[in-house]
């Protein structure tokens, strides 16, 4: 087999779910160049891991002929897709028109992959869900389990001097975000306890709340670093060094998750069989409401009881 494809668009996490699919075909041949058409803010991580090779954009206007049924297709493009040997598609197409137009490009193996998992019994982790195509090349996912190093940043690079948590407090859903008041008692308690310094991380999905829970935390003198505007690659690489991560079902989460790093993960509404990261260092406490109103501040510091243990006191 020669040059592979991945085309993948969807949100953070939608693209680090699959990831253990790329990272599979990297490790099964990893002298093959590995491509991948996506989101190029999100994708690049694949090449910041060392799992692909290139990115290139799937935001062109000429890529909308390919889901239209017997159109002019673009040469540029037809050119591109018949240069791989295998092309794997996890993009929206339900009337199967991209798919027949790849095709008509020239592409000779083309396996199609879910937009997204199912969440149905027997509830199969997403990510092993998402790597069932590559079974067509002999290829089977064991576990969905990552440990990938990102490059360091100039923020990352100096984080080994000292102790982090890390915490990001937001995710794409409301529903699925834990009260700031809540998680402020909970760093006010491990700031008591513990000698470590911590990280809030915040994205686009928390632009307009951030400063609110800024603002709790100044309001109970916890100190804090507030990392925003990182590139994922160099957001990965802080988790790469990070002490613990605190967070929801989220896609920052599940990036925490592929860093390698130690946590602990709110559940409410969402099936973690399905959406939680594989990580085993990644661990989970869920409502049994599947509402996270019902997790008090005592559940989250008893969960957090083993891993603060073993950790330096500031009585020390």
Same mark, same amino acid.
Do not use: C
């Given at each position: 087999?020669?040059?592979?494809?991945?085309?993948?668009?969807? /949100?953070?996490?939608?693209?680090?779910?699959?990831?253990?699919?790329?990272?599979?075909?990297?490790?099964?041949?990893?002298?093959?160049?590995?491509?991948?058409?996506?989101?190029?803010?999100?994708?690049?991580l694949a090449v910041a891991s060392g799992i692909a090779d290139r990115v290139r954009s799937i935001e062109d206007?000429?890529?909308?002929?390919f889901f239209v049924p017997g159109a002019t297709l673009d040469k540029e493009w037809c050119d591109y897709f018949s240069s791989f040997d295998v092309v794997v598609s996890y993009l929206y197409d339900p009337d199967g028109y991209f798919s027949d137009n790849l095709t008509r490009s020239g592409v000779q193996t083309l396996l199609s992959g879910p937009f997204r998992a199912v969440d149905e019994p027997?509830?199969?982790?997403?990510?092993?869900?998402?790597?069932?195509?590559?079974?067509?090349?002999?290829?089977?996912?064991?576990?969905?389990?990552?440990?990938?190093?990102?490059?360091?940043?100039?923020?990352?690079?100096?984080?080994?001097?000292?102790?982090?948590?890390?915490?990001?407090?937001?995710?794409?859903?409301?529903?699925?975000?834990?009260?700031?008041?809540?998680?402020a008692e909970v760093l006010s308690e491990l700031h008591r306890q513990l000698d470590v310094d911590f990280l809030i991380t915040s994205g686009e999905a928390e632009r307009s709340t951030i400063k609110q829970f800024l603002t709790l935390l100044d309001k109970r003198s916890i100190p804090f670093t507030h990392l925003q505007g990182l590139a994922l690659s160099e957001l990965g690489a802080v988790f790469?060094?990070?002490?613990?991560?605190?967070?929801?079902?989220?896609?920052?989460?599940?990036?925490?998750?592929?860093?390698?790093?130690?946590?602990?993960?709110?559940?409410?509404?969402?099936?973690?069989?399905?959406?939680?990261? /594989?990580?085993?260092?990644?661990k989970r406490l869920v409502s049994e409401s599947q509402s996270l109103g019902s997790i008090s501040v005592e559940n989250v510091l008893e969960?957090?009881?083993?891993?603060?243990s073993s950790h330096p006191s500031r009585r020390n």
């Open positions: 087999m020669g040059k592979i494809l991945f085309i993948r668009g969807g /949100a953070v996490g939608d693209f680090v779910l699959t990831m253990p699919a790329v990272h599979l075909v990297r490790k099964r041949f990893p002298n093959n160049e590995i491509q991948v058409l996506g989101y190029p803010a999100i994708a690049s206007a000429r890529l909308a002929t027997p509830f199969v982790s997403a990510s092993l869900q998402l790597a069932a195509p590559l079974r067509a090349l002999a290829l089977y996912l064991e576990s969905a389990d990552l440990t990938l190093n990102y490059p360091d940043s100039s923020q990352s690079a100096a984080m080994d001097l000292r102790r982090y948590v890390a915490l990001h407090p937001g995710s794409g859903s409301a529903s699925k975000n834990w009260s700031f008041g809540l998680w790469n060094h990070v002490d613990f991560y605190l967070g929801h079902d989220s896609g920052i989460s599940h990036l925490a998750a592929s860093a390698g790093a130690e946590g602990l993960l709110l559940f409410g509404p969402t099936n973690p069989a399905v959406w939680a990261p /594989a990580s085993p260092k990644m969960a957090l009881a083993h891993w603060s």
